[in-house]
Nanobody, 121 residues
Framework: QVQLVESGGGLVQPGGSLRLSCAAS????????MGWYRQAPGYQRELVVT???????NYANSVKGRFTVSRDNAKGTVYLQMDSLKPEDTAVYYC???????????????WGQGTQVTVSS
């Protein structure tokens, strides 16, 4: 079964940067929309950004101008560059992909395991 493997989380000071990566564990047929979501303690999971197969993006207002999403279809990977990090960005970050594993197969949502991002002095 294909899994999404996340990396890049960690502890940074306010104003710092992190780059998150999320890669499919094996080759897949095609990928539709990708996205990043986050869940902070005591809060519901929220959208951070989505990116379509054509490259169109939709950012949450709270991260606009600070975060940048990109994708590499050949590698089955989505990235999240996070700059000017704030304490309120502290959360577990989850990647998401809409995946078709084989030709004419169903399109299913896949989720990463989550990676912790902590922004603190």
């Amino acid at each position: 079964q294909v899994q999404l493997v996340e990396s890049g989380g960690g502890l940074v000071q306010p104003g710092g940067s992190l780059r998150l990566s999320c890669a499919a564990s094996e080759s897949i047929y095609s990928i539709g929309d990708m996205g990043w979501y986050r869940q902070a303690p005591g809060y519901q999971r929220e959208l951070v950004v989505t990116i379509t197969s054509a490259g169109s993006t939709n950012y949450a207002n709270s991260v606009k101008g600070r975060f940048t999403v990109s994708r590499d279809n050949a590698k089955g990977t989505v990235y999240l560059q996070m700059d000017s990090l704030k304490p309120e960005d502290t959360a577990v970050y989850y990647c998401n992909m809409r995946v078709r594993l084989y030709r004419n197969g169903p399109i299913d949502d896949y989720w990463g395991q989550g990676t912790q991002v902590t922004v603190s002095s």
